[in-house]
């Protein structure tokens, strides 16, 4: 079944995962023993949480754009999808069981671990934007893959500099 998506779910979905992430840098601060990678970490954090606001501002713009459709979805079908997708892959610090750093025993380990939850909401990211109809709401994903793509080239090059 195919399930049409759009701006403000992804938007939502977005900010979930920017909360998740930032949740996720802080845990691994909260371990780690070396200032210095503390900081690191930190930074991190802070970065998803400015990319929050950016998905704050552009669900804030969405809802005052003339014309914007909403898909008509009583039981909210693509926003559980969307949610459970978001949940259950990116980052997800609200899970139960083990943390998501358990076995990330480096830097280096959580910084590839990082590297790899930001190419898989990329790759949530483009498959929720060919379910999109609306050509707003396909361009409001394109912004949320190019802060996705900054995320991944910031985490590479720390990766690199270590």
Request: no cysteine; proline share 4%.
């Amino acid at each position: 079944m195919s399930l049409p998506f759009n701006a403000q779910e992804i938007l939502g979905i977005a900010l979930q995962m920017e909360r998740n992430g930032a949740a996720f840098y802080r845990e691994a601060k909260d371990r780690a023993d070396d200032p210095s990678k503390k900081e690191i970490l930190e930074d991190l954090a802070a970065k998803e949480d400015e990319h929050e606001g950016v998905f704050k501002a552009m669900l804030e713009a969405l809802g005052k754009a003339p014309g914007h459709e909403t898909v008509f979805d009583p039981d909210e079908d693509a926003a559980k999808v969307l949610k459970a997708w978001a949940d259950g892959t990116v980052f997800d610090a609200g899970a139960e069981g083990p943390s998501p750093l358990e076995g990330l025993e480096t830097m280096e380990d959580i910084l590839r671990f990082a590297i790899q939850q930001e190419k898989d909401s990329i790759v949530f990211y483009e498959g929720v934007k060919r379910a999109m109809k609306n050509p707003g709401d396909q361009a409001a994903a394109d912004r949320i893959i190019a802060e996705e793509l900054g995320h991944l080239v910031t985490l590479n090059d720390t990766l690199v500099g270590l």
